[in-house]
């Protein structure tokens, strides 16, 4: 009996380190059954950075719709992003980031869904009509990992706007995802277009599309994905969702 409730002790301990949830940025323990996955102090430097101005319409970012103005046309007019992104910076917003792709925590793909719903609620007002997708990661970047961060935002935004959630794309093991960063803007639009397929017998003719990614850079990939589903799925209208715009070398956005 004293060696169970020592193995139970163990088992308890480790599964407290294992599911306490601690803030995604800082890592400060979080109170249990938090629904947050930031502390305070971390909740106040993410909505600070939430705070960017739109450099194409002047508003808040999280409030319009803007295109980046240096993406192709792919016939799609509405984004919806709520920060500006720099790699590799201390922002609250980027350790997210960081957080999101690297680590399956339900708490923080629930978050950023919700996130993401509320700008997005005004635009569905008939869930049937929509449907949620993304850009599968090339299979090297998901074995790493296992898990693919833009397919669990997805799915976790379509539940939070009621509608369906599809894996609309075939990711061809073209250009591996690590090897499309180091690519010119030009060979990665090429890439992006050779790296993607739609899936057959979707039911995707006639909706309305929004496509998730955490990060929007040069826009090829979204848009590769936007040129399929208008050309081959007769989607109605692709609306992008993202985390995040990186703003161009050009200082434009
Ligand atoms: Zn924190
Ligand atoms: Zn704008």
């Known amino acids: 009996m004293k060696g169970a409730s020592f193995w139970q002790q163990v088992w308890h301990t480790l599964l407290n380190l294992l599911f306490v949830p601690r803030c995604a940025v800082c890592g400060t323990r979080l109170p249990p059954g938090s629904e947050l996955p930031l502390c305070p102090m971390c909740r106040t430097l ?3 950075d939430k ?6 319409c002047a508003g808040r970012m999280g409030d319009c719709l803007c295109v980046p103005r240096d993406m192709p046309r792919c016939g799609v007019r509405r984004m919806v992003k709520l ?7 201390d922002d609250a917003s980027a350790k997210m980031i960081y957080a999101l792709k690297h680590r399956n925590l339900k708490i923080l793909q629930d978050f950023f869904a919700k996130e993401l719903a509320l700008p997005l609620s005004g635009l569905v007002e008939q869930p049937g009509e929509w449907v949620v997708t993304y850009p599968p990661r090339s299979k090297g970047a998901g074995r790493r990992d296992g898990f693919d961060h833009a397919g669990a935002l997805a799915a976790a935004l379509a539940k939070c706007l009621g509608c369906r959630f599809t894996c609309a794309f075939i990711r061809e093991d073209g250009a591996k995802d690590s090897q499309q960063k180091r690519l010119s803007r030009t060979a990665r639009f090429a890439a992006a277009r050779k790296s993607y397929r739609l899936r057959p017998q979707q039911g995707l003719a006639g909706k309305h599309v929004i496509v998730v990614d955490d990060v929007v850079t040069t826009g090829a990939t979204l848009a590769a994905c936007a040129r399929l589903l208008r050309h081959e799925g007769a989607v109605k209208e692709v609306v992008f969702a993202v985390l995040a715009q990186t703003p161009s070398q050009k200082g434009r956005v």
């Open 51 to 56: 705070e960017v101005t739109c450099p194409v």
């Open 46 to 48: 993410y909505e600070n």
């Open 83 to 89: 920060f500006r992104y720099r790699p590799g910076a």
